[in-house]
Each structure stands twice: as C-alpha cells, then as structure tokens.
C-alpha cells in the first residue's frame, strides 16, 4: 500500500522548453503533496508544499514562476518546470501524506524523475 | 539556523555485521524523525520512525535510538546484507507544516 507513482522518469529535452512531472497517490488520497530536488551525491531539499484545491507554499528562494505547481485532485499534484535551462537538470522528487496539520503521517515518495535539459 | 546532519558520510561492512549510522539534529524542538534509505535513481524508502517521547524503537533488523539531550538519533541495521547497501537519511519532520528536513545522508557499503 501507498505507492506513489512519479512519470516520467527521465526527460531530456532542449533549453527553453517546458517540462510537466506528474505525482500520483495511486492507492490512497493525499492531502499533501510535497516537491523536492536533489543533486548528486547530495540530499533532498524542500521546493513546494502543496495542498489540493489550494495554492502551493514555496521555499525560500524557489520561483515560483518557474515551478509551476497544480494539485488539482487528491490524487495528482504536477510541477510544470517553465522555459528550462542546464541549471534546472537535477533529480524532482515528489512525496505524499494522507495528514492533516500536525499530523506525522509518513510521506511516500516517488521515485523521481531525472531532468537534463541541453 | 536550524539543521539535521550525519557524522559519517560513508560506511563500510562485512556482510552480516551490525551497522550503526548516526545523525545529529539542532532543532531541539523537533518531535518527529525518520529514517530513509534510498537506493540509486529512485525515491527514499521509509524505514522507521520514532517520536521524541520515545528513546528506543525497534523494527524487522533495524532499531532506532533517540537520544534528546545531546540531541543524536542513531540506526542500527543488524545482520547487515548487500541489498542494504544504499544512502540512509536521517530526517525531521516540522510539525507545523509537515515538512521533512532532511540530513545529509550516509551511503551504507556492504562488502560480501
């Protein structure tokens, strides 16, 4: 049981170009889905929160022009990475929880996605 | 400010040995925390969790110490085998907006 399901897996595509990575609660509704990204040899870092039906809270220093995040459904968040450059290639991670608000439910994580952008 | 690290970046085993990886906090008023192991190319796995009114929890091989007032949390993996090898994070969770703070990570080897 609660498996998220991230797609794609790995996109290269050229600079300029937009990217849509889909996070999927498949067996349960998420209330929160969280987006993280990860460099190399590195940990992960907290981009976005994102409660469904509602806008996303960014960290500090994250655009959020540039990382465009929908959570339509309690079951599918999206982070739209806009007009991307090299710099944005890195492994986006998404997470989800069924918890409310002070809740410790655990989050289930994706398997990521690897974006390299030329 | 606020941070989770490890004292260890890399660990080495034999097969079958006990492991023990540790992780230091800062935020003293942290009341959750969890392990993840993760394993090349994929997502953090949840391995166990322990709440800061515990000191002690243990899992299927893994065991987890809290320790508040030097504010050290350890994970022991007994019986070590190759396909534990993989990074292992510590992480904190803020109550308030339930998000994780991750640690830095320490990958786990194990040598058959």
């Known amino acids: 049981g609660a498996v998220v399901s991230q797609h794609p897996s790995r996109v290269i595509c050229k600079s300029g170009t937009s990217v849509k990575i889909e996070c999927r609660s498949l067996?349960?509704?998420?209330?929160?889905m969280f987006w993280y990204r990860q460099f190399p040899k590195k940990s992960l870092m907290l981009m976005a929160t994102s409660n469904e039906g509602s806008k996303a809270t960014y960290e500090q220093g994250v655009e959020k022009d540039k990382f465009l995040i929908n959570h339509a459904s309690l079951t599918l968040s999206t982070l739209t990475v806009t007009s991307a450059h090299p710099e944005d290639s890195s492994f986006y991670i998404c997470?989800?929880?069924?918890?409310?608000?002070?809740?410790?439910?655990?989050?289930?994580f994706g398997d990521g996605t690897r974006l390299s952008i030329l | 400010g606020e941070s989770v690290g490890l004292h260890l970046p890399t660990l080495s085993v034999q097969e079958g040995d006990n492991s023990i990886i540790n992780c230091a906090y800062s935020?003293?008023?942290?009341?959750?925390f969890i392990w993840y192991k993760q394993e090349s190319g994929k997502g953090p796995q949840f391995i166990i969790d322990?709440?800061?009114?515990?000191d002690k929890r243990q899992g299927q091989r893994v065991t987890v110490l809290l320790n508040k007032t030097v504010k050290h949390l350890s994970l022991q993996i007994a019986a070590t085998q190759p396909g534990d090898s993989a990074v292992y994070f510590c992480a904190e969770i803020d109550m308030g907006r339930r998000a994780l703070t991750f640690g830095s990570g320490t990958r786990l080897q194990v040598q058959p």
């Open positions: 997470s989800a929880t069924t918890g409310s608000g002070g809740s410790n439910q655990p989050q289930h």
């Open positions: 935020n003293s008023a942290s009341d959750y």
């Open positions: 067996d349960f509704q998420a209330t929160t």
């Open positions: 322990i709440r800061s009114n515990m």
